[in-house]
Nanobody, 127 residues
Framework: QVQLVESGGGLAQPGGSLRLSCVASGFIFSSATMSWVRQAPGKGLEWLSG????????YYADSVKGRFTISRDNAKNTLYLQMTSLKPEDTALYYCAKERSRWLRVGIRSLSEYDSWGQGTQVTVSS
């Protein structure tokens, strides 16, 4: 079955960096369009970034553009999110998610819109 396992979250200071990883199994990762999304306490789901299977294009929400970088290693079945210049408002539970088709949809507001998603990894940005 499809499985997505996120890791790399933790506590970071404002201005710091973290690198999230998402290891995929149970499907052909190299053919899948993938996204990172997050949910902060008391807030709705926020789409952050997405990348096509061949790494040809990556897209970002305005809130993270220039600070976060999405990438993937298809040989390792792994999706990454490099986060820099972290802010307290980046505190959230971060999920990787697999798109239902090859097309990337931005602005998704519910995990159920995706084909599958992981259990999430917590990122806390605080001094």
């Amino acid at each position: 079955q499809v499985q997505l396992v996120e890791s790399g979250g933790g506590l970071a200071q404002p201005g710091g960096s973290l690198r999230l990883s998402c290891v995929a199994s149970g499907f052909i990762f190299s053919s899948a369009t993938m996204s990172w999304v997050r949910q902060a306490p008391g807030k709705g789901l926020e789409w952050l970034s997405g990348i096509y299977s061949d790494r040809s294009n990556a897209y970002y929400a305005d809130s993270v553009k220039g600070r976060f970088t999405i990438s993937r290693d298809n040989a390792k079945n792994t999706l990454y999110l490099q986060m820099t210049s972290l802010k307290p408002e980046d505190t959230a539970l971060y999920y990787c998610a697999k798109e239902r088709s090859r097309w990337l949809r931005v602005g998704i507001r519910s995990l159920s819109e995706y084909d599958s998603w992981g259990q999430g990894t917590q990122v806390t940005v605080s001094s």
